[in-house]
């Protein structure tokens, strides 16, 4: 295994960085469902990615970013995007608001 040279470090800094700011705009994980940006792909499930993965990524830099975010979960570094989590709040949310009131009537 090769080391990483200062360039790549920088490089892969600058790609986690873009990555971290990414959020899917579109279907079940977009601006529709989660207002105002969508999911940010670095909380995409899995399962939503490896569909992806077998039928083709979206064109564009927005594919290629889940291509990468696929690869990286898939070898097991998802906490890579930790310090990326954390720094916005923490994992983002997929679960539906519970709504507290009850009416009976």
Not at 24 to 41: C, E, L, Q, S, W
Not at 55 to 74: C, D, H, N, T, W
Request: aromatic share 12%.
């Amino acid at each position: 295994m090769s080391d990483f040279t200062e360039i790549d470090r920088e490089d892969f800094r600058n790609l986690l960085a873009e990555i971290g700011q990414t959020h899917i705009p579109f279907g079940k994980f977009g601006i529709k469902a989660y207002p105002p940006a969508g999911v940010p792909i670095i909380d995409l499930p899995n399962e939503y990615l490896a569909w992806f993965h077998e039928r083709g990524y979206p064109k564009g830099r927005l594919g290629e970013l889940m291509a990468q975010v696929f690869e990286i979960k898939s070898v097991g570094m998802d906490s890579v995007f930790d310090p990326l989590r954390q720094a916005k709040g923490g994992r983002f949310n997929l679960r539906p608001v519970r709504r507290n009131s009850i009416n009976f009537e």
